[in-house]
Nanobody, 115 residues
Framework: QVQLVESGGGLVQPGGSLRLSCAAS????????IGWYRQPPGNQREMVALFRGSSPPDYGDSVKGRFTISRDDARDTVYLEMHSMKPEDTGVYYCYGRSRGSTYWGQGTQVTVSS
């Protein structure tokens, strides 16, 4: 089993920046893919940024060039740096992990972009 705990959400003005963290614990050695999804109000959950194995990360089209995902394997932590934020970035951000046969989600952290 793997546990994922997000932190770092909050209120930010348009054009501002925010950094999210996801701390993984448990059987972290089993994780193959790890990254971030978000769920805007009234919409479906969507991929934001994702490491698939050892490949370079994938990004959702709406965040390319503005968001950066990184990982610190020594700390079992994944980060999401968000810049030039827009109101449409508002939503609940979830940390996601997948091992062979299992999918893991964090509890989510609210990000609100508003003036």
């Amino acid at each position: 089993q793997v546990q994922l705990v997000e932190s770092g959400g909050g209120l930010v003005q348009p054009g501002g920046s925010l950094r999210l963290s996801c701390a993984a614990s448990g059987a972290t050695y089993t994780i193959i893919n790890i990254g971030w999804y978000r769920q805007p109000p009234g919409n479906q959950r969507e991929m934001v940024a994702l490491f698939r194995g050892s490949s370079p990360p994938d990004y959702g089209d709406s965040v390319k060039g503005r968001f950066t995902i990184s990982r610190d394997d020594a700390r079992d932590t994944v980060y999401l740096e968000m810049h030039s934020m827009k109101p449409e970035d508002t939503g609940v951000y979830y940390c996601y992990g997948r091992s062979r046969g299992s999918t893991y989600w964090g509890q989510g952290t609210q990000v609100t972009v508003s003036s």
